[in-house]
């Protein structure tokens, strides 16, 4: 018989009354801007890393005290090491890790330079899994972590020019699969997020006129995703109550991929 007086594992806090420390990736712009400025709000101290300077002002810009920017190319060997280990000195041990830095380079598969195919697997794959790593080792030494990674529709159906995105984040799945084994026993959850084209400043841009009309008509509801919508999702896969999820990708493309 279980005690019924036995603290229930699910719903044992990370610390009455202390911040939880999150690490955004893709901090300055934005689903990630937007994931940044979600966690503050909700209490968290985040960690904004970027390639792009503005990080430092977006980053200022959030509500709460004791946010840390960091301005990082963690395609560089070592650097996801470097920053994760500045953020233990300076704010402490992540609690949370937000992949969503992300680029998109855009070819037919037979004429793709190999710089653009190296660039997105080296920015959304290689990136995701070394920040998954460095911060995957403080996570199970201290019993405890969530990792959410941005995936994409694109990680489950073919689109057209889009044969190294597509590449990449059919890869953060996999990754996401495997972390999710080997951490779940220490109290590591590891998911995915795979959202439609995201009403970003970047997508609106990317998604205009004739094109952006042609998506939205294939997909059931009818709209492309708010990054308000993702990043509540991400929101709830990295709190204490979605503690039995993991090694999931969830889909959120208004059914696009079920039609």
Aim: hydrophobic letters at 45%; proline letters at 5%; a negative charge.
């Amino acid at each position: 018989m279980p005690d019924p007086t036995a603290a229930d594992p699910a719903a044992v806090p990370t610390g009455v009354g202390t911040p939880r420390v999150t690490v955004v990736t893709g901090a300055a712009s934005g689903i990630g801007r937007t994931v940044a400025q979600t966690c503050a709000a909700r209490g968290d101290r985040v960690v904004g890393v970027d390639l792009a300077e503005s990080v430092v002002e977006v980053v200022a810009g959030l509500p709460g005290t004791g946010h840390l920017p960091v301005v990082a190319d963690l395609t560089v060997d070592g650097r996801a090491e470097q920053v994760v280990a500045r953020v233990v000195e300076e704010v402490g041990t992540p609690q949370v890790l937000v992949n969503s830095a992300g680029v998109v380079r855009l070819g037919k598969a037979v004429d793709l330079p190999a710089g653009h195919w190296h660039q997105t697997l080296d920015v959304n794959l290689g990136a995701s899994f070394f920040m998954a790593q460095a911060v995957g080792r403080r996570m199970v030494a201290a019993g405890y972590g969530r990792i959410v990674n941005l995936a994409s529709q694109a990680a489950v159906v073919g689109l057209d020019e889009h044969v190294a995105y597509c590449a990449s984040k059919a890869g953060v799945l996999g990754m996401t699969r495997a972390l999710s084994l080997e951490w779940a026993p220490h109290g590591v959850t590891v998911n995915a997020v795979s959202p439609t084209v995201v009403e970003t400043p970047l997508g609106r841009e990317a998604w205009a006129g004739e094109k952006g009309e042609a998506a939205r008509r294939a997909i059931p509801v009818g709209r492309f995703a708010q990054p308000s919508e993702v990043a509540a999702l991400i929101a709830f896969l990295a709190s204490d109550e979605a503690a039995m999820i993991t090694g999931e990708n969830v889909v959120m493309d208004g059914g696009y991929t079920t039609v």
